[in-house]
């Protein structure tokens, strides 16, 4: 069993920055591809970016390629979504997730763990 907690998020101004931090619990975080999605209400679940588990591939949405960037460090169990530019549309509650079997997937079905969520606000 594997448990994500998600901390970062907050109120911010359009054109700011912030760094979304996820904690896996476990001895086998490096073995596992990772993601952010997020959701927004009234919304259905939305990839958002990946990572392999080797940290060698990373890949994104469209609508935060060149803003947003995924990173992680398997000697700290973390994943971090670094998020630039913030626009009023990048509201939403932000997931974490983990897949065991390192499918590297933009589908939240590829995906066994989630953590809680973590709000994003951006006010314009």
């Known amino acids: 069993q594997v448990q994500l907690v998600e901390s970062g998020g907050g109120l911010v101004q359009a054109g700011d920055s912030l760094r979304l931090s996820c904690v896996a619990s476990g001895r086998t975080f490096s073995t596992y591809s990772m993601a952010w999605f997020r959701q927004a209400p009234g919304n259905s679940r939305e990839f958002v970016a990946a990572?392999?588990?080797?940290?060698?591939?990373?890949v994104y949405a469209e609508s935060v390629k060149g803003r947003f960037t995924i990173s992680r460090d398997n000697t700290k169990n973390t994943v971090y979504l670094r998020m630039n530019s913030l626009k009023p549309e990048d509201t939403a509650v932000y997931y974490c997730a983990a897949d065991p079997l390192g499918r590297y997937s933009s589908s939240p079905w590829s995906y066994d763990y989630w953590g809680q969520g973590t709000q994003v606000t951006v006010s314009s």
């Open positions: 990572i392999t588990m080797n940290d060698i591939s990373t």
